[in-house]
C-alpha cells in the first residue's frame, strides 16, 4: 500500500510548508506505517496510543475549525499512502469528507469514531434530528472511542497485512490512555456536581456541547448560531429568542469557543437584560503544543474549570 519513494517527497514537502506532521525525522518516518488523522483532537489521541511505532499526519493545525478547513491537492495524496484513515464520521470535516471518502474508494482502511459510540442528534436549529458529532464532550464516550481504536491500530498496523508495529507497545499504550480517560471522567463528575444544580445551564456559540450535558446533567438553553456548524449564521428572531431565554434561565456566563470570533457571544450578553459574563473555551480545536489545551486532557480540563467557575459565580 506504501508508496515510500512518493510519501518521503511529500513528507518532506509538507512537514517544510506546514509543519503538521508528529513523530521523528522524515529518514526514520518512511520506515513506519502512516496513520492520517483529520482533525487535531483525534490526532493527540492517536499519537498517545502509537507512540514511536507510527509516523502520524494530522490534517488540522491547532486553531482550525474543522467545519471549515481544507487541505491541498498534495497533502490529500498522502492519504492514499496511509495504512490507516482515522475520521470523526459524523459530518464535522465537512471540507475532508470527499477526500476521505475517495481514498477509502482506494482501499485505504478508514477509522470512523462515530461508528462506535451512542450518537445523539441536535435538538434544535438548522441540523435539528441529524447526528451531533461533538462526542469527545463525554470522555465516557471517548472511551468507546479509544478501546475500538486501539482495536482498529493493531489490526492495521500490526496484522499481516500492516507494516509491523509493536502490537504489545499499542495494547499498553491503550490501556494507559483508558485509564486516563477514566480519571478525567471522575474529575469532571466532581467539578460538575459542585455546581448548583439551577444554574447547570449551557449557551455557547454553536450547539457543541450536547454530549457533555447528556453526561453530566446540563441543560442547553441555546446557541448563538442555532446549528451543529458554525457555518451557519443567526437570524434575528434566533437571537431574540436566545436573550429571552438566558432572561428566563438567569444563566450568569454564556461560553465562546476559541476557534470562533465571539462579538455574536459579546452582543448577546449586552442585550440580556442582566449581567453576564463571556467565557472562552477551547472545544473543536487544540491550542498549539505546550499551550493551555496542547492535548485532549488538557483541553477538557481547561474547560471544565472554566464551566464550573463560570456557572458557579
Same mark, same amino acid.
Given at each position: 500500500m506504501r508508496r515510500p519513494a512518493t510519501a518521503f517527497v511529500a513528507l518532506a514537502a509538507v512537514a517544510a510548508t506546514a509543519g503538521l506532521l508528529t513523530?521523528?525525522?522524515?529518514?526514520?518516518?518512511?520506515?513506519?506505517?502512516?496513520?492520517?488523522?483529520?482533525?487535531?483532537? @483525534?490526532g493527540d489521541v492517536v499519537g498517545e496510543l502509537v507512540g514511536d511505532e507510527?509516523?502520524? @499526519?494530522?490534517?488540522?493545525?491547532?486553531?482550525?475549525?474543522?467545519?471549515? =478547513?481544507?487541505?491541498?491537492?498534495q497533502t490529500a495524496a498522502r492519504l492514499r499512502d496511509a495504512e490507516l484513515i482515522v475520521a470523526n464520521g459524523l459530518g464535522l470535516e465537512e471540507g475532508l469528507a470527499d477526500h476521505?471518502?475517495?481514498?477509502?474508494? #482506494?482501499?485505504?482502511?478508514? =477509522?470512523?469514531a462515530g461508528d462506535h459510540l451512542e450518537v445523539l442528534a441536535y435538538a434544535?436549529?438548522?441540523a435539528a434530528g441529524t447526528p451531533d458529532s461533538h462526542f469527545w464532550t463525554d470522555p465516557a464516550r471517548m472511551v468507546d472511542v479509544v478501546t475500538a481504536l486501539g482495536d482498529e491500530l493493531e489490526a492495521e498496523l500490526t496484522g499481516s497485512a500492516g507494516a509491523g508495529a509493536d502490537v504489545d507497545r499499542i495494547t499498553a499504550n491503550t490501556e494507559a490512555y483508558l485509564r486516563e480517560l477514566d480519571e478525567l471522567d471522575r474529575e469532571m463528575s466532581t467539578r460538575f456536581a459542585a455546581i448548583p444544580e439551577a444554574r447547570r445551564a449551557l449557551v455557547t456559540n454553536h450547539h457543541v456541547f450536547g454530549y457533555l450535558a447528556d453526561r453530566f446533567g446540563f441543560r442547553v438553553i441555546g446557541a448563538v448560531i442555532p446549528s451543529g456548524t458554525t457555518l451557519a449564521a443567526p437570524s434575528a428572531s434566533d437571537l431574540r429568542e436566545l436573550v429571552a431565554a438566558i432572561d428566563e434561565a438567569g444563566v450568569p456566563a454564556i461560553f465562546a469557543e476559541s476557534s470562533q470570533p465571539d462579538?455574536? *457571544?459579546?452582543?448577546?450578553?449586552?442585550?440580556? !437584560?442582566? #449581567? *453576564? !459574563?463571556?467565557?472562552?473555551?477551547?472545544?473543536?480545536?487544540?491550542?498549539p503544543p505546550g499551550g493551555e489545551a496542547g492535548t485532549y486532557l488538557d483541553m477538557m480540563r481547561v474547560n471544565t474549570a472554566r464551566i464550573a467557575t463560570g456557572l458557579s459565580t
Open positions: 513523530g521523528c525525522a522524515p529518514s526514520a518516518a518512511a520506515d513506519r506505517p502512516l496513520v492520517v488523522v483529520t482533525t487535531n483532537i @483525534l507510527a509516523e502520524v @499526519l494530522v490534517l488540522m493545525p491547532p486553531g482550525a475549525d474543522p467545519h471549515s =478547513f481544507e487541505i491541498s491537492a476521505v471518502e475517495s481514498a477509502e474508494a #482506494d482501499g485505504v482502511p478508514v =477509522f470512523l434544535e436549529g438548522d462579538r455574536l *457571544v459579546q452582543v448577546l450578553a449586552e442585550e440580556a !437584560d442582566r #449581567d *453576564v !459574563d463571556v467565557v472562552e473555551l477551547v472545544t473543536e480545536s487544540l491550542t
